[in-house]
């Protein structure tokens, strides 16, 4: 079905409440009363985009796996997602008073929402503006206009990325440095770093991996393996970890031609 005739449908099953009004969309409790969820199995999506048409079809798009709650500016989707902590933000960049780039940065300051995969919606995805998304904390990017089952398998995937990387909760400490899975959290010298899920995933990664080489390719297949990532991002990341994690011991080094290696003793 074309995204007109997703919308068109969306519109005429939004009827019985007032989209433009609510400011904060109960969508998933009208489409549970739809029959539209099994409520048991449904991963939290939320969804903020000052356009209440798009991001209606974006919930619509998700309905199969995720319950959706819906904001239409970056403050309501702020206090929406530190209230309930969804397992998913999706974010349009474009957005008046506070726009995404704005919202996702706030939402990896705060302790309670900085691990929460993000993915950016933009109707401009050049790559100087996907680098300012990446380097305050989006995991990935949508560009519209979109197709559904590439929504769907974005939402999915940064969703199955973090569930993964949760499964091992045993704590990591190397030298003065301290790696918690359980609480997605980092400590260097006993000082809570802000890292987002992606940085991370990588640190984990190199200390998991060390003395060892790793080239781009094998953290694109390792780490971003449903997504398109070029070696330009993975540099970013990278070069974003090496100031966060500045006071650990052991630095992060780039070997030139190869990949990058963190030398532990």
Request: proline fraction near 4%.
């Amino acid at each position: 079905m074309s995204s007109e005739g997703r919308a068109s449908r969306v519109r005429s099953e939004s009827e019985s409440f007032d989209v433009q009004s609510s400011g904060l969309d109960t969508y998933f409790a009208f489409r549970l009363a739809q029959g539209g969820y099994t409520a048991q199995t449904m991963k939290r999506v939320l969804i903020i985009d000052d356009e209440p048409e798009g991001a209606l079809l974006v919930a619509d798009l998700l309905k199969e796996h995720f319950e959706a709650r819906i904001c239409h500016s970056g403050r309501d989707g702020l206090k929406q997602a530190v209230r309930e902590t969804p397992n998913l933000v999706i974010l349009d960049i474009h957005m008046p008073e506070m726009d995404g780039y704005e919202v996702c940065r706030r939402l990896r300051e705060q302790p309670s929402t900085r691990h929460i995969p993000i993915i950016l919606l933009t109707h401009h995805a050049s790559l100087e503006e996907k680098l300012r998304g990446f380097d305050v904390g989006a995991d990935d990017y949508i560009t519209k206009p979109f197709e559904g089952r590439e929504v769907l398998a974005r939402a999915l995937a940064r969703v199955r990325r973090f569930e993964q990387g949760q499964m091992g909760d045993t704590e990591v400490k190397v030298a003065n440095l301290r790696l918690s899975p359980k609480a997605c959290q980092v400590w260097v010298d006993n000082e809570s770093l802000h890292l987002t899920q992606l940085e991370f995933e990588l640190l984990r990664y190199f200390l998991e991996h060390p003395n060892e080489v790793v080239g781009r390719s094998k953290l694109l297949g390792d780490l971003w393996p449903d997504s398109v990532v070029t070696d330009r991002t993975v540099d970013t990341h990278i070069a974003n970890l090496r100031k966060k994690i500045k006071g650990f011991k052991y630095p992060l080094t780039t070997i030139y031609g190869a990949g990058y290696i963190l030398k532990v003793e």
